[in-house]
């Protein structure tokens, strides 16, 4: 059993920037992040292969965040740029076992998921 922890959530004016992390217990495939506002359904934000050398990122994000991460620390991060008050959500770090190869936009894909941490975008 693999266990996520985020970090890196917080307060940030629009046109600000924010970096999470994501510490995972051990080796995982593919990773995302997903987020969820208040009354809304959780959606997919950015993903990444196992290897690190694919990502994919929602449209509304694409340009603005940045997803990476760093295998020999167990650890994915995001880095969000031009954040806008429509970015507040509950951000969630989720990861697929080893086995599988490719990034889906579908939760049920991830096996593993963090806690959440708050981002919150002031106007």
């Known amino acids: 059993q693999v266990q996520l922890v985020e970090s890196g959530g917080g307060l940030v004016q629009a046109g600000g920037s924010l970096r999470l992390s994501c510490a995972a217990s051990g080796r995982t495939g593919p990773m995302a992040w997903f987020r969820q506002a208040p009354g809304k359904e959780r959606e997919f934000v950015s993903g990444?292969?196992?290897?690190?050398?694919?990502?994919f990122h929602a449209d509304s994000v694409k340009g603005r965040f940045t997803i990476s991460r760093d295998n020999t620390k167990n650890t994915m991060y995001v880095q969000m740029n031009s954040l806008k008050p429509e970015d507040t959500a509950v951000y969630y770090c989720a990861a697929a076992p080893l086995g599988p190869l490719f990034v889906s936009t579908q939760a049920r894909y991830y096996t593993y998921w963090g806690q959440g941490t708050q981002v919150t975008v002031s106007s």
């Open positions: 990444i292969g196992r290897g690190g050398n694919y990502t």
